[in-house]
T-cell receptor
Framework: GAVVSQHPSRVICKSGTSVKIECRSL??????MFWYRQFPKQSLMLMAT?????????EQGVEKDKFLINHASLTLSTLTVTSAHPEDSSFYIC???????????FGEGSWLTVV | QKEVEQNSGPLSVPEGAIASLNCTYS??????FFWYRQYSGKSPELIMS????GDKEDGRFTAQLNKASQYVSLLIRDSQPSDSATYLC??????????????FGQGTTLQVKP
């Protein structure tokens, strides 16, 4: 079964609203989680690195005030898309590693559609 | 130059043939290399990881790494229609050690025709 779970798997929101996506590690403590975004027919683009108990590290070009990341516990990271616009519609995927960092587990992904 | 480059394809092979997928990367200090398979609308799933020069075999899959040439490949023997998917090459981000931060190539679409 899945060791990293994302919720919701699909969400539709209105333009201008905010939406939260959760990423949970189910049977291990994830010291680090990563958030990726994938537009249709494109590859995964890393958005940010989420470390438990500290601020996320954002990749160049990713607006930290728009994509809020919270990693409050060793099993949960959340990504909040604020003031969503149709161009934010994408497939958002998280991954998680344990303390060793040697094994990377991906969540099932979350489809966001902004209308 | 992109950090991880793949031919987007599509690569079309007949059922039973060998599919060869290639990937080059730009940073010589990269240490970990991964091949993921992604079906349309789904999250990527790990096929192979490779860390040392040479070949690594797992069932019908063989990963090949040549650090001197900054090249990693994936061979799929006896290709099946169910292998039709996008194959993503991923490299451990330079400077990140073993933290799991991956840089992905754009993916190669493989089509296996019955």
């Amino acid at each position: 079964g899945a060791v990293v779970s994302q919720h919701p798997s699909r969400v539709i929101c209105k333009s201008g609203t905010s939406v939260k996506i959760e990423c949970r590690s189910l049977d291990f403590q994830a010291t680090t989680m990563f958030w990726y975004r994938q537009f249709p027919k494109q590859s995964l683009m890393l958005m940010a690195t989420s470390n438990e108990g500290s601020k996320a590290t954002y990749e160049q070009g990713v607006e930290k005030d728009k994509f809020l990341i919270n990693h409050a516990s060793l099993t949960l990271s959340t990504l909040t898309v604020t003031s969503a616009h149709p161009e934010d519609s994408s497939f958002y995927i998280c991954s998680a590693t344990g303390a060793s960092g040697n094994t990377i587990y991906f969540g099932e992904g979350s489809w966001l559609t902004v209308v | 130059q992109k950090e991880v480059e793949q031919n987007s394809g599509p690569l079309s092979v007949p059922e039973g043939a060998i599919a060869s997928l290639n990937c080059t990367y730009s940073d010589r200090v990269s240490q970990s290399f991964f091949w993921y398979r992604q079906y349309s609308g789904k999250s990527p799933e790990l096929i192979m990881s490779i860390y040392s020069n040479g070949d690594k075999e797992d069932g019908r899959f063989t990963a090949q790494l040549n650090k001197a040439s900054q090249y990693v490949s994936l061979l799929i023997r006896d290709s099946q229609p169910s292998d039709s998917a996008t194959y993503l090459c991923a490299v451990n981000s330079p400077g990140s050690g073993n933290t799991g931060k991956l840089i992905f190539g754009q993916g190669t679409t493989l089509q296996v025709k019955p």
